[in-house]
């Protein structure tokens, strides 16, 4: 990038409304302001993201969240070389609200307005964090997302596996449910399983015994639940220490699929790109310390470099947006008003789709 350019970042792809500005110049990228307001007191009764909720609320939220993440970054419109959103994949009432907001701007103000696939923006965290090189691959895990990417470019992804039903951050949201446990799952079950014992439950492994990065979270899910109502029937409840254990030892399982699976991501990676020996994770679940520690142990043994960028860039943002829609403008891409919200995108069209359907929809 010869000039810096100062983009204004948009997403509203699933239960978050973020805004962000990003600027990217010769010397790397610089967050110059990232809000994000969840709506988790929102779903919190329904136990899941309810669609047309989160586009409401969406809806209601994005001007406001512009004007302060322009206010934080002490900007005006002026300032910006363009507006980037997400148009996609995800809950399509609020790519809708995102994408109808960012057509509002570019058209009252004259930017530019450029559409962000939401996985590119996980996928190119690692360059906004690390300013690492193309090519790298990428371990995408979320609520709504589980894919093995090798990224050679902005807009040049190879996927080399991913989950066939449900995303790692789905089954943690599902187990936490099964276990009475609050919404987001993820940091719930993290927490309890630290005080259980991983081995007292012999959960399922999905998918290990065959050949392939492809995972398969939905089983294990099923398992959990099996094993609770075989506590239930026994004791007629269930005990803290019960609760604990279950989520131990499903953690564990979740730990050895990802690891295994990623083990193997590694080598295939390495085989064709053996000068750029580099794995990043994204998402949401790269938050899990357990997971986190244990791909950085693989890391080491496989004399790979790792990245985890810190987790507000790992979880739901539109820095990340912002970011991406730089490198998109450097390339000289440019949406107009005709501008697509898409529910389902794959970020790599060469590849035979994935089965099943997250948290955001289709999987990519
Ligand atoms: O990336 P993200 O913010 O949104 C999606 O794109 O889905 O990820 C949210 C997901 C949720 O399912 C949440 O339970 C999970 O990430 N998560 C975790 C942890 N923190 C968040 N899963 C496991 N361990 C955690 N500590
Ligand atoms: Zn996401």
Redesign the pocket.
Known sequence: MNRPLTILGLES??DDTAAAVVRVGPEGAEVLSSLVYGQTDLHETFGGVVPEIAARAHAEKLDTSVAAALKAADMDFADLDAVAVTAGPGLIGGVLSGVMCAKGLAAGTGLPLIGVN??A??ALTPRLTDAVDYPYLVLLV????CQFLIVHGAEDFTRLGGTIDDAPGEAFDKVARLLGLPQPGGPAVESEAAKGDAERFKLPRPLLDRPGCDMSFSGLKTAVLRARDAIVSEKGGLMRQDRADLCAGFQAAVVEVLAEKTRRAITEYLYENPAHPVIAVA??VAANVAIRAELETLSKQLSTKFIAPPLRLC??NAAMIAYAGAEFFALGRRDGMELVAWPRWPLDNRSPAMLGSGK?GAKA
Request: charged share 15%; with cysteine.
């Open positions: 792809s699933c939401h996985l923006g996980h979320s609520g709504g997302h998402g949401g979880t739901d955001k």
